[in-house]
Antibody, heavy 123, light 108 residues
Framework: QVQLLQSGAEVKKPGASVRVSCKASGYTFTGYYIHWVRQAPGQGLEWMGWINPNSGATNYAQNFQGWVTMTRDTSISTAYMELSRLRSDDTAVYYC????????????????WGQGTLVTVSS | DIVLTQSPGTLSLSPGERATLSCRASQSVSSSYLAWYQQKPGQAPRLLIYVASSRATGIPDRFSGSGSGTDFTLTISRLEPEDFAVYYCQQYGSSPGTFGQGTKLEIK
């Protein structure tokens, strides 16, 4: 079965960077985009961007351009999301999720989700 | 960006009742590319419906979606205790994809 296993909770100081990992299993990692979505405490969902694990191509939401970087390592079926210059309002749960289509025909809705990674930014 | 407005903010119903959740878009959603997700406390969202009315794998048939253009509805025909959660709509017809603010379905 499809599983996305994310790295554990992080506590960071303002101005630092954080990298969250998302290890995929149960399907062909290079066959489906990976999206990242975040959720601030008690708030709704915000799409951050996607990575095509096959080509490495990325597309970031405008709100995150310049300070998010999405990468992947196909040898270990793992996607990464790095957020730099952290601020207190970046405190959130960060989710990875598979695209509902395929790399040949992405759909941009979110089929399977990781368990989430809480990132806390505090001085 | 397309803004999605969900109503009501909170819906209080009893098990066995019918739930109707609304999602209204600020402009037409291309090709009815609208999805619904269910989120329970401490859990990741779960895909229920995509392209407005198609149920995701394993989703019970008491969940149904309808609508087109700017108005979409998620209906739960007979509420089970496990259905009480927060529901989000998402449009993915225009970039960036955007979410509604959520409807909390609570036990009356």
């Amino acid at each position: 079965q499809v599983q996305l296993l994310q790295s554990g909770a992080e506590v960071k100081k303002p101005g630092a960077s954080v990298r969250v990992s998302c290890k995929a299993s149960g399907y062909t990692f290079t066959g489906y985009y990976i999206h990242w979505v975040r959720q601030a405490p008690g708030q709704g969902l915000e799409w951050m961007g996607w990575i095509n694990p096959n080509s490495g191509a990325t597309n970031y939401a405008q709100n995150f351009q310049g300070w998010v970087t999405m990468t992947r390592d196909t040898s270990i079926s793992t996607a990464y999301m790095e957020l730099s210059r952290l601020r207190s309002d970046d405190t959130a749960v960060y989710y990875c999720a598979t695209d509902g289509g395929s790399v040949a025909a992405p759909k941009y809705f979110f089929d399977f989700w990781g368990q989430g990674t809480l990132v806390t930014v505090s001085s | 960006d397309i803004v999605l407005t969900q109503s009501p903010g909170t819906l209080s119903l009893s098990p066995g009742e019918r739930a109707t959740l609304s999602c209204r878009a600020s402009q037409s959603v291309s090709s009815s590319y609208l999805a619904w997700y269910q989120q329970k406390p401490g859990q990741a969202p779960r895909l229920l419906i995509y392209v407005a009315s198609s149920r995701a794998t394993g989703i019970p048939d008491r969940f149904s979606g309808s609508g087109s253009g700017t108005d979409f509805t998620l209906t739960i025909s007979r509420l089970e205790p496990e259905d009480f959660a927060v529901y989000y709509c998402q449009q993915y017809g225009s970039s960036p994809g955007t979410f509604g603010q959520g409807t909390k379905l609570e036990i009356k």
